[in-house]
């Protein structure tokens, strides 16, 4: 069973002062906005939710349907985008194995991966046995899924108040924070350099391929902070 105090340690974690939940729930305020624009009901939104989770993901379906994209089509997109969040799950899942947990738990929480949680969890992980992290880790999940829920919930029922202008403002709520909190937490070289290369090198890509300019920044960026890092070490 779940240790329900480490649980409720990890769903409290939220609370804190640097907490991603104000600005992931502005964030699914806009998503559940913009699926009641879409056609969808109360209940198709917020299962939606549940079933997405990871911002970007749910972008990505709504935007494929406002563009009458097959359902195969929608369904790889939001798997390719949502495939960013692997190398996560392969930095934090073995903080937090431990023989004494059952297997189900690690399989179960998968759910909860992204990078609001993720970066929760990173900060905090020392100060829990590793026995209990698994626990922790689901404690700050299920919040930050929760507030993810609650967000289009609000979203779809408020969204005659939202014009297009404050919607996108909601969206970019999230990323911003994200940003912030990665060059806060930047520990080292390559985290500090993939961060600043993937900034400077964004912008100059879009003149050249607006499709391809995140994409081509990030691999870039985080492939140079590599070796200048590893030539550093040496």
């Not at 989770?53 to 997109?77: H, K, Q």
């Not at 100059?204 to 499709?211: G, L, W």
């Amino acid at each position: 069973m779940i240790n329900k105090y480490f649980f409720f340690k990890g769903f409290k974690s939220i609370l804190s002062y640097d907490s991603p939940a104000i600005a992931l729930g502005c964030c699914f305020i806009a998503i559940g906005a913009l699926l009641k624009d879409l056609g969808f009901n109360i209940q198709e939104s917020v299962f939606s939710t549940m079933l997405t989770y990871a911002l970007p993901g749910s972008l990505v379906m709504a935007e494929s349907l406002l563009i009458g994209s097959s359902l195969l089509n929608i369904f790889l997109a939001v798997w390719f985008v949502n495939a960013r969040l692997y190398p996560m799950a392969v930095s934090l899942f073995p903080l937090m194995m431990h023989k004494n947990q059952p297997k189900w738990k690690y399989y179960f929480s998968c759910h909860f991966i992204a990078v609001s949680a993720w970066l929760i969890m990173k900060s905090n992980y020392e100060k829990i046995e590793k026995e209990h992290r698994i626990d922790f880790w689901i404690g700050i999940g299920s919040a930050t899924w929760s507030v993810a829920v609650l967000g289009t919930i609000l979203g779809f029922y408020f969204s005659g108040y939202l014009n297009k202008e404050m919607m996108i403002g909601l969206a970019v709520v999230n990323p911003i924070y994200f940003m912030c909190m990665m060059v806060g937490a930047s520990k080292t070289l390559e985290i500090t350099l993939s961060v600043v290369l993937g900034v400077t090198l964004g912008p100059i890509f879009y003149f050249f391929s607006p499709e391809w300019s995140i994409l081509l920044s990030g691999v870039i960026g985080g492939t140079i902070a590599y070796f200048i890092s590893e030539l550093n070490v040496s």
